[in-house]
């Protein structure tokens, strides 16, 4: 089955500098790749996604960049503010068929201000 | 307003009392999951839901039952929760090709 390593488990940065994520994955099939951001004492939430038709996507002060090659993708938050602090989840999957999400372990990311 | 609702948010037991965990979603959402959040082991897959009446186990199916006899609901099954069963485990839910909202969560203690 799929397996996904996300790097580093905790990050520390500050407010206004750039926080980079990323994530290794092992079923060359995936082709679906989000991102959820999660709050203490809330459920994850999409931030961003990408397909496997794409190298990159950005939505404001965030980017995911996908390498289909070397099965790897990241996650860039620039200009980063203490509300970006939270729990970042990676996951890969392979959109429309039975096989659903394979998570990452988590980056605690604390923006210090 | 669109979500996944779980109940109960918290819950402490003891080994062996049966337990449910709701969850309902509001979406038509064909596709439903559950998950338990363990610290450093992010997210793992307990059971999900391509539709009514069909199920499939995920990763870690062990310990718990499920069902989906309406679209939108699908209840968590703990016949003898154990204390290796405390965690937090949460519910999503999405259409097929989509990606998957979860709902706020659910803490429960097996003492």
Same mark, same amino acid.
């Given at each position: 089955g799929e397996n996904v390593e996300q790097h580093p488990s905790t990050l520390s940065v500050q407010e206004g500098d750039s926080a980079v994520i990323k994530c290794t994955y092992s079923d060359s099939a995936s082709n679906y790749f989000p991102w959820y951001k999660q709050?203490?004492?809330?459920?994850?939430?999409?931030?961003i996604d990408i397909r496997s038709n794409v190298g990159e996507k950005?939505?404001?002060?965030?980017?995911?960049?996908?390498?289909?090659?070397?099965?790897?993708?990241?996650?860039?938050?620039?200009?980063?503010?203490?509300?970006?602090?939270?729990?970042?989840?990676?996951?890969?999957?392979?959109?429309?068929?039975?096989?659903q999400l394979t998570f990452g372990s988590g980056t605690q990311l604390t923006v210090l201000p | 307003e669109a979500q996944v609702t779980q109940n109960p948010r918290y819950l402490i037991t003891v080994t062996g009392k049966k337990l449910t965990v709701t969850c309902s979603q509001n979406m038509n959402h064909e596709y439903m999951s559950w998950y338990r959040q363990d610290p450093g082991l992010g997210l793992r897959q307990i059971y999900y839901s391509m539709n009514?009446?069909?199920?499939?186990?995920?990763d870690v199916p062990e310990g718990y039952k499920v069902s989906r006899k309406e679209? #939108?609901?699908?209840? $968590?099954?703990?016949?003898?929760?154990?204390p290796n069963q405390t965690s937090l485990y949460f519910c999503a839910s999405s259409f097929l090709t989509d990606t998957q909202y979860f709902g706020?969560?659910? #803490?429960?203690?097996? $003492?």
């Open positions: 709050e203490l004492g809330k459920g994850p939430q999409l931030i950005k939505d404001q002060r965030i980017a995911v960049t996908l390498n289909k090659t070397a099965k790897h993708f990241s996650l860039h938050i620039t200009e980063t503010q203490p509300e970006d602090s939270a729990v970042y989840f990676c996951a890969a999957s392979m959109i429309g068929s039975a096989r | 009514v009446e069909v199920t499939d186990k995920g679209k #939108r609901n699908f209840p $968590l099954i703990l016949e003898s929760p154990s706020p969560g659910t #803490r429960l203690t097996v $003492l």
